[in-house]
């Protein structure tokens, strides 16, 4: 069974207002500052709410008319970052990893065709990304939220050139593929897939096996998957 199959479940979140990293509840507000790759500034306000006991955030961007500019979802990994994946109303998502603090978060982000960074808050030195040097080619196998397992192998094309280098991973599942960006920051692998309006958003660290290993969310599941990923033999 595919990851992507395991939607099953609609959360409905509630935020609170509030800027600067203010807030508390259900959520925490920041003055968010996206730079692109020509130095264009745009200004969003973010709201970021715990789902899963702090497993799983969920975030959205609203213009300063309070329009959504963008949703989605940051599964944090390692001491301090964040795999982000994000999309406007559009089939064009976009691929992020965040290093976050008690104060803000910074990160890098591209989909394919732009790339740049934000800021929030306090923030801190965001990630980088380098030059993708694992195989092009690799096995996975996962497990979902229910306990069921899938696996496939995955094949990677780099598309990114600049400080958020960005690669395209195609997961094939049996007689199903899903095309996602990835970020490679030489320690770490995020990854997000978008089918239609649904995002999903993973991770990978090495897993001291020879393998990578992580977790990952898909809109609507009842929790986290996880997934692991070798050179294929």
């Avoid at 709410?49 to 497993?55: I, P, Y």
């Avoid at 306990?147 to 199903?176: D, K, N």
């Avoid at 309006?197 to 990978?204: A, D, G, P, R």
Wanted: net charge negative; glycine share 16%; aromatic share 12%.
């Amino acid at each position: 069974m595919s990851k992507f199959l395991t939607a099953a479940l609609i959360i409905i979140l509630v935020f609170i207002s509030g800027c600067d990293g203010e807030g508390g509840g259900d959520g925490v507000c920041y003055e968010s500052v996206q730079t692109d790759a020509e130095g264009v500034e745009t200004a969003y306000t973010c709201t970021i709410s715990e789902m899963f006991d702090g497993a799983c955030y969920r975030m959205v961007w609203e213009t300063a008319e309070g329009e959504v500019a963008f949703s989605g979802y940051g599964v944090p990994f390692g001491e301090d970052l964040l795999a982000v994946g994000f999309a406007p109303a559009t089939l064009k998502h976009y691929v992020g990893a965040y290093r976050m603090t008690d104060d803000g978060l910074a990160g890098i982000w591209t989909n394919g065709f732009e790339s740049g960074v934000e800021t929030m808050g306090e923030a801190p030195e965001p990630p980088a990304a380098v030059e993708w040097d694992l195989p092009r080619e690799l096995d996975f196998v996962g497990t979902n939220p229910d306990g069921s397992e899938y696996g496939g192998y995955l094949s990677v094309a780099v598309f990114g050139t600049g400080p958020s280098r960005g690669v395209m991973i195609t997961q094939h599942a049996g007689s199903e593929s899903y095309q996602g960006r990835a970020l490679y920051l030489g320690d770490a692998v995020v990854v997000v897939y978008q089918l239609g309006l649904e995002l999903t958003v993973q991770y990978y660290i090495p897993d001291g096996d020879g393998g990578w290993s992580g977790e990952w969310y898909a809109d609507g599941a009842p929790g986290l998957g996880t997934e692991t990923m070798r050179s294929r033999s």
